[in-house]
C-alpha cells in the first residue's frame, strides 16, 4: 500500500523510530501518524479500507456527476488503533465553480479536522451545541446537528465554511471551499461510511488536483 506517513497537525516530515518507541512529529513530538496516498485510486482506497475496519469513512452519497474522490487519509498506528479518516470529494457548482469538500470523523484530541479547518484548538469550541445549529445531515441514519465553526481567528489563506458537530461518538467536520459552497448542504445532505459499500464502491471515481490541507 503506498500510503506516505506524516504528522495529522501540520505537514512537517515524520520519523519512525526503529527502537520501538513510534513516530515523532518535530514540531508536535510523539504522534499517530497520518497516511495519505502518495495517488488517489480505487486500490490505494480499499487499502485505507482495510487499514481502518472498525473506524468510518465518510463519503457524501450519492456522489454527484462529474464529482470524483480527490483525496483521503487516516491517522492510526496499526489495525484497529485507527484515531481519524478524511476524504475529499472535488467537482463543480454553477454558483460556486470548483469546489472541495473535505470530511473529517476523529477521536478527540488528534487534530485533523482542525488542520483541514485552519482553526486554532485540535476540536471545536465552546461554539458547538451553543445555539442553533447552522443545519442537521444524516450520517448512518442518524440525524447530526452541525454548527458553523468561526475561522475569523485562523490563517487567511483559503476561502472556506467550516461546520463541526457530534457523529457516532466522535467529532465530524464538514469543510468546504469555497466559503459560499455551504449553500450547497442541506438536510437531505447524506454521509455514508463507505467501509460498508460493496459492488457500489468500483464505480465510485477518483482523481483530480489533490487538495491542500
Same mark, same amino acid.
Not at 515524520?14 to 523510530?17: A, F, H, K
Not at 464538514?174 to 469555497?178: D, E
Given at each position: 500500500m503506498s500510503l506516505a506517513a506524516g504528522c495529522p497537525r501540520c505537514t512537517f516530515p515524520?520519523?519512525?523510530?526503529e527502537a520501538g518507541?513510534?513516530?515523532a512529529c518535530p514540531a508536535h513530538g510523539p504522534i499517530r501518524p497520518l497516511w495519505r496516498p502518495q495517488e488517489?485510486?480505487?486500490e490505494d482506497f480499499t487499502a485505507h479500507l482495510r487499514a481502518a475496519p472498525d473506524f468510518p469513512t465518510y463519503l457524501p452519497w450519492p456522489m454527484g456527476p462529474a464529482w470524483s474522490v480527490s483525496d483521503f487519509a487516516l491517522v492510526g498506528d496499526g489495525e484497529r488503533l485507527t484515531a481519524g479518516t478524511l476524504t475529499c470529494t472535488s467537482g463543480t457548482s454553477e454558483q460556486d465553480g470548483p469546489v472541495d469538500v473535505l470530511v473529517v470523523t476523529?477521536?478527540?484530541g488528534t487534530g485533523l479536522g482542525a488542520r483541514c479547518a485552519r482553526t486554532a484548538y485540535d476540536d471545536p469550541g465552546g461554539e458547538i451545541r451553543d445555539g442553533v445549529p447552522a =443545519? +442537521?445531515?444524516r450520517v448512518e441514519g442518524q440525524v447530526v446537528p452541525l454548527w458553523s465553526v468561526s475561522t475569523s481567528a485562523a490563517?487567511?489563506?483559503f476561502d472556506r465554511s467550516v461546520l463541526a458537530g457530534e457523529a457516532h461518538g466522535r467529532w465530524l467536520w464538514?469543510? =468546504? +471551499?469555497?466559503a459560499s459552497a455551504v449553500l450547497m448542504l442541506g438536510d437531505d445532505w447524506i454521509l455514508r461510511d463507505v467501509s460498508r459499500l460493496g459492488p457500489e464502491l468500483v464505480e465510485t471515481v477518483f482523481g483530480g488536483p489533490a487538495p491542500a490541507w
Open positions: 515524520v520519523l519512525d523510530d518507541s513510534g513516530w488517489v485510486g480505487y476523529e477521536e478527540a =443545519l +442537521r445531515i490563517d487567511g489563506e464538514v469543510v =468546504l +471551499r469555497p
